[in-house]
């Protein structure tokens, strides 16, 4: 019953009072080269934030007071530390693109793996790439994800795996990191569209069909 201002910088995960600023609690999480990009994510009583390099902790929020529990802390080769994209939870999972490259499933219990894929980011039978990005957005049973290349995915994510319905390359990669080519913007959906831009231009594409 309280509301809560939830704040990731370079050093901490904070909670204040949105409208006095008084601090709650806090939670060390040091964000490596202060790149605390993501926004916390909540699902019923747990919180994930995370960032590259393996710095992500699951938090369980208090049902009476503003406090939380730690849950677990990343590990290498557990959980996830996403760049610049923001995770997706749903029924026990995370969904979201790990910095080494791959789209990853992991228990929000336990922070286990469950599968990883490099094929929505950076193309079927490819090579994790370092920062390697691509964007989720949930509609119906299916997630659209815009990923680096250009292209605008449809996939079902579960914890079984991930599965493509479709896929376009619907804009052209107008920036380099790390020696190849990107698009790194986060689409925007409306009105039965998606509205993708690059440094370039921004384009309206339709999903009506």
């Known amino acids: 019953g309280v509301k809560q201002l939830l704040i990731w910088h370079a050093t901490s995960v904070n909670s204040l009072n949105p409208e006095t600023g008084e601090k709650y609690w806090t939670v060390p999480l040091k964000a490596e080269y202060k790149m605390s990009i993501m926004a916390p994510r909540q699902l019923g009583d747990h919180l994930f934030v995370g960032g590259i390099y393996d710095k992500a902790v699951m938090l369980k929020l208090a049902p009476d007071k503003p406090a ?33 490259g791959p789209l990853v499933a992991v228990k929000i219990e336990t ?33 659209f994800l815009f990923n680096e290349l250009g292209e605008l995915v449809i996939a079902r994510l579960s914890p079984k795996g991930y599965e493509e319905i479709s896929r376009a390359k619907v804009i052209d990669q107008t920036n380099v990191a790390f020696g190849r080519s990107v698009v790194w913007s986060h689409p925007a959906f409306a009105n039965k569209c998606a509205f993708i831009r690059n440094d370039k231009e921004l384009i309206c594409v339709s999903l009506a069909k």
């Open 111 to 143: 922070g286990e793996r469950v599968w990883e894929t490099t094929e929505p980011v950076t193309g079927k039978g490819s090579k994790p790439a370092d920062s390697a990005t691509a964007f989720l957005v949930k509609n119906g049973d299916r997630f």
């Open 68 to 100: 939380v529990t730690e849950v677990w802390r990343a590990k290498k080769g557990t959980a996830l530390g996403p760049v610049n994209m923001k995770p997706f939870l749903e029924a026990g999972h995370i969904y979201g693109v790990h910095q080494p």
